[in-house]
């Protein structure tokens, strides 16, 4: 349902959250073990963003530096891409959502996407029993990575999105350090 997402032109707005059931880490932790995902959600959603953006990060803390909240938000040129994560939302949740002159589409835990327009909204849903890890991506991911391997050809996983989103999540963690 990502990659529904991720086909869609005119992407004007992004955003990925996360949520956790009251779940207390350390910043570093949680923004590397969490965080990024819905970071590297969002920027394949985003597809390349290029060099001119501006980044604006926002953490909440405990007097023990353990995360509550963190936001990273992108401005480019044509997209605001915002990425939030919430430790003590009461629910785990990961919801996307990208808007565009055609509508808002929203996919809530990998299993359900919603298309909003002017005249009204469809609900497509995961078939019964498909297995989590294709539900979440990772089987589809793994398979095309290994075939890409065994066929000589480019990785599927852009290293520019990777080594972006690691250098996001590097800048919000001295960012918190700040606070």
Known sequence: MIQQLA?????????????????????????????????????????????????RTYCQQTDQHELLIARIQLETPHQLITVTL?????????????????????????????????????????????????????????DAFISAIENDQPSPISTASSRLSHELCQQLIEDAKLR
């Open 86 to 142: 919430d430790m003590q939302s009461g629910t785990n949740q990961e919801i996307a959502t990208v808007q565009t002159p055609t509508g808002r589409y929203t996919v809530n835990n990998l299993t359900e996407l919603v298309h909003q327009q002017a005249t009204g909204q469809q609900l497509e849903t995961v078939a019964d029993w498909t297995p989590t890890l294709t539900n979440r991506g990772f089987a589809p991911m793994i």
């Open 7 to 55: 086909a869609l032109p005119t992407k004007h707005l992004i955003e990925v959250i996360k949520t956790r059931i009251d779940t207390l880490q350390p910043t570093p932790f949680a923004i590397y073990d969490l965080m990024i995902h819905p970071l590297d959600t969002a920027l394949y959603l985003a597809g390349d963003i290029g060099s001119d953006y501006q980044v």
